[in-house]
Every structure is written in C-alpha cells, then in structure tokens.
C-alpha cells in the first residue's frame, strides 16, 4: 500500500491551500495533478478544453494516474475534481475527501480575493447552474471512493491539516 494522501472534492473546496499547508506543516512534497498535466502538454487546463476537448483531458488525468502509480509515493496528492474517476484511484494512497456543500463552495470562491481569476480558470465552473448539477451527480460517487471524509465547513486550514494527518497519515 502506497504512504501517499490523495486529496479529492468538488472544484473550489480548497484543495490546493490545504495541500500547500500540509506540505509546509507536514515538511513532505506535495503535488497537484493539474499542475502536471499541464506542464506535460505545456498548456494551461482552460487551454486543453478548448482546444483539445474534456475527453482528451480525461485521457491525460488517467495518464497522470499510472505515472503516480508506478513512480510515486510518500507524497501529499491534490486531484483535480474530476480525478477521482481513474480507474487505479484505490492504488494510489489513502483518499482523502474534502467535502462541503455547494452553497458552502459558491460562496468561497464568488467572494475569494482573485475571484474572476479563479472561475475563469475552471471550465467547468463557468455557468453555476451546470457547476451545481455537476456537484448533485458527483456528491455520492465522491464519498464512496474515499477513505476519510473531512467537512471543511467552518474550520480554519490548521485545523483541516491536522485532522488530515490524524486521521489519513500511515
Ligand atoms: C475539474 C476540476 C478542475 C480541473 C478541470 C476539471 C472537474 O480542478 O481538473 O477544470 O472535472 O471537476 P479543480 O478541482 O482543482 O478546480
């Protein structure tokens, strides 16, 4: 069994912070499965969707997988939204969800400093009604995949890092 955390939940729960704080607290690596896809096809995700389309993208997230698989371990994982549908998730590490409600998700990412900069960058963020729709048909698949489940709801980042390590760190 792998020692990665593999931290999965809806677009703009806060994956990203919490895995850079728990990389800092934690003094491991951490990794964010966009960030690698887009250096691998040295294009930003809004770019691949255009110009590629969203199976393409699918196809590279499952590449990204059976890298992590066959070259990665005791490291801290952020997937993107969508990640956890590859086929070898389980083989990966612990699966760590973060979970809120979409209401909780809206209201961070409308009122976030760079707020225009953080919806632009999610295509699949770019009308709520969809964004919400998305979020009801992912909802259940998410908790059953993961390991652990952790509400973010009304917790500060310190707090969500240290219960991630209690409760998913071997
Ligand atoms: C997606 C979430 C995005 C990114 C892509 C697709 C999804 O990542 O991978 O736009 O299907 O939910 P974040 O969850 O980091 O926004």
């Given at each position: 069994m792998k020692k990665n955390i593999i931290l999965i939940g809806f677009m703009g729960v806060g994956k990203g912070t919490t895995a850079r704080a728990y990389a800092q607290r934690y003094n491991c690596f951490n990794i964010d499965t966009d960030d690698l896809i887009e250096s691998k096809e040295n294009k930003k995700i809004k770019e691949i969707f255009e110009e590629n389309g969203e199976a393409y993208f699918r196809d590279c997230e499952q590449a990204c997988a059976n890298w992590i698989e066959l070259s990665v371990d005791n490291s801290f994982i952020s997937c993107g939204g969508?990640?956890?549908?590859?086929?070898n998730l389980k083989e990966l590490g612990t699966i760590v969800l973060l979970d809120a409600s979409y209401e909780w998700i809206y209201n961070r990412l409308s009122t976030a400093e760079n707020s225009k900069a953080k919806l632009k960058k999610r295509p699949l963020f770019s009308e709520p009604k969809k964004a919400k729709k998305l979020y009801k048909e992912r909802e259940k698949a998410y908790k059953k995949i993961a390991d652990v489940v952790i509400d973010?709801?009304?917790?500060?980042i310190k707090a969500l890092v240290k219960e991630i390590h209690k409760k998913a760190y071997i």
């Open positions: 969508g990640f956890y549908n590859v086929s973010v709801e009304n917790k500060t």
